[in-house]
T-cell receptor
């Protein structure tokens, strides 16, 4: 039962352009959402998060948008850089729970 | 703050052998998690500790798997009678108990069962 879904396994973008990674969830109780970045043979590293009381959170080149009615969030990277090439995981949790649920990841390749 | 530390980074074992992994969380973090990740999948929850108490276990955690966190500090994950299907990256993460606090992951232990 995959409660967090990333339907695009891979994405290729030219350097300098915008990368948009998408994530859908099914559990309406989720109220905290995170994006992690992962390089091969390394653990995931935190990128950016958003709570359900907001619809947008920005940190430098990274912006996360949350659409609660659609149960959808997206990560925008502008401008994309070759060093952004990695696998990106979306994750979600509830305020009262302790589990974090992860999507299957999107592999981003930024082409120089 | 040295981050979450996992040991070993890599482990190759033969089917049927027992293996044990160690995780040292960030010192002020009272919550500790174990996840498993296979190729093409996201991290899958295995178990969770609050201090020394193991509060949640996934149904993925068969009776061959056991985890401990004595004294609420480091944690160990043991797999008995390993099977080829146990081959995966085992990730440890920790966080504080604050609301909306993110998980901090270690570098993982890559297990290969031959």
């Amino acid at each position: 039962d995959q409660q967090v879904k990333q339907n695009s396994p891979s994405l290729s973008v030219q350097e300098g352009r915008i990368s948009i990674l998408n994530c859908d969830y099914t559990n309406s109780m989720f109220d905290y959402f995170l994006w992690y970045k992962k390089y091969p043979a390394e653990g995931p590293t935190f990128l950016i998060s958003i709570s359900s009381i907001k619809d947008k959170n920005e940190d430098g080149r990274f912006t996360v948008f949350l659409n609660k009615s659609a149960k959808h969030l997206s990560l925008h990277i502008v401008p994309s850089q070759p060093g952004d090439s990695a696998v990106y995981f979306c994750a979600a949790s509830t305020n009262t729970g302790n589990q974090f649920y992860f999507g299957t990841g999107t592999s981003l390749t930024v082409i120089p | 703050d040295t981050g979450v530390s996992q040991d070993p980074r890599h482990k190759i074992t033969k089917r049927g052998q027992n293996v044990t992994f160690r995780c040292d969380p960030i010192s002020e973090h009272n919550r500790l998690y174990w996840y498993r990740q296979t190729l093409g999948q996201g991290p899958e929850f295995l178990t969770y500790f609050q201090n020394e108490a193991q509060l949640e276990k996934s149904r993925l955690l068969s009776d061959r798997f056991s985890a401990e966190r004595p004294k609420g500090s480091f944690s160990t994950l043991e797999i008995q009678r390993t099977e080829q299907g146990d081959s995966a990256m085992y990730l440890c993460a920790s966080r504080t108990g604050a609301t909306n606090e993110k998980l901090f992951f270690g570098s993982g232990t890559q297990l290969s069962v031959l």
